[in-house]
């Protein structure tokens, strides 16, 4: 099972500006230190291996989407944020050279960061593409619909040429979308969340939990989610605040720490977890500090299995 990164972000897409671009060259300059390089892959090289990920490159801003490859009949994605746009460019591509027009959406919830990439997703506009929306929301469809309506946008849902259909799914019954078993949990936040998790033919599984808040002081009513957790293959799981912010100014905004969700992986013995939904005023040097913070709390911490801890970023691709 793939497991690709379109979008990352929480709550609001952001870009790079000028100043933190020129940041990272004089960062990219000082770290060769007058070395020459004979080629691009020389200095390809030396980017990749001897500068700092937040130096060399950049976690992006599109905001939260997340597709799941687990077989060649369908498209599974999570979420609709801003990175979709690109998602539905690549499997254009990737359906001129045979792979079904066939889309399986899985929305988390139906805040704008979640379905705000819709509008830009190319395969909807074509004859000819199923797309299936599921959703523990009753109302994605009015959502979608409603992002579409002449005061915000210009093309109405009903000029789209795919053939949809909306599907609300429940807690507690597990679906078969081609070899790939889904099932889903409740999480809290505003309108209620649901984290799904897919379990692949070979027995791989990756859960998607976003935008969750846990309690750090609630932990012993965390029981469903670590049973939901249990002994995952890869956790993409929101992060979105550091400790120090989610329980001094941002308690109750919906959203979770990366301490949390590593005390619950840890109990669940999940194998990998990616830190995900990063808070959009975090620059590439915050969001690198969280995973390093995360790395040496997840050593001092663990007690079973280990925990691997990624940080995901626009274009990471795990495979699991
Ligand atoms: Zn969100
Ligand atoms: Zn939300």
Not at 271 to 283: D, I, Q, V
Request: aromatic share 10%.
């Amino acid at each position: 099972m793939l497991i690709r990164f379109w979008g990352t972000r929480g709550s609001l897409p952001v870009s790079l500006k000028a100043a933190a671009i020129r940041d990272k060259v004089i960062g990219a300059l000082l770290a060769a230190d007058g070395r020459r390089f004979a080629d691009a892959v020389e200095a390809g090289a030396f980017v990749d291996g001897e500068i700092p990920f937040s130096t060399a490159q950049t976690y992006g801003g599109a905001t939260s989407c997340v597709e799941i490859e687990a077989g060649p009949d369908a498209f599974i994605i999570c979420d609709m944020g801003s990175g979709l746009r690109e998602f539905g460019l690549d499997s254009m591509r990737r359906c001129a050279a045979g792979h079904p027009r066939v889309y399986h959406f899985f929305l988390s919830h139906l805040h704008w960061d979640h379905i705000m990439g819709f509008p830009f997703f190319v395969p909807a506009f074509v004859p000819g593409a199923k797309i299936v929306i599921h959703a523990g929301h009753a109302d994605a469809e009015q959502a979608l619909r409603r992002q579409q309506e002449e005061i915000s946008f210009p093309v109405p849902f009903d000029y789209l040429r795919a053939e949809f259909e909306f599907r609300t799914l429940e807690p507690g019954t597990t679906y078969q979308i081609g070899a790939v078993a889904v099932s889903l949990i409740e999480q809290h936040h505003s309108h209620s969340s649901f984290g799904f998790r897919f379990a692949g033919p070979d027995g791989k599984t990756a859960v998607y939990s976003t935008d969750s808040e846990h309690k750090i002081d609630d932990m012993e009513g965390e029981t469903d989610v670590v049973a939901f957790f249990a002994d995952a293959d890869l956790i993409v799981c929101d992060t979105m605040y550091s400790l120090a912010d989610s329980v001094s100014m941002k308690e109750d905004w919906g959203h979770s720490s990366n301490i949390v969700v590593i005390d619950l992986c840890h109990e669940a013995a999940a194998k990998r977890l990616a830190l995900f939904h990063h808070e959009p005023t975090y620059s590439d040097a915050d969001i690198a500090r969280m995973h390093s913070e995360s790395i040496r709390y997840e050593e001092l911490t663990r007690s079973g299995t280990p925990l691997e801890v990624l940080c995901a970023y626009d274009g990471l691709v795990v495979e699991i």
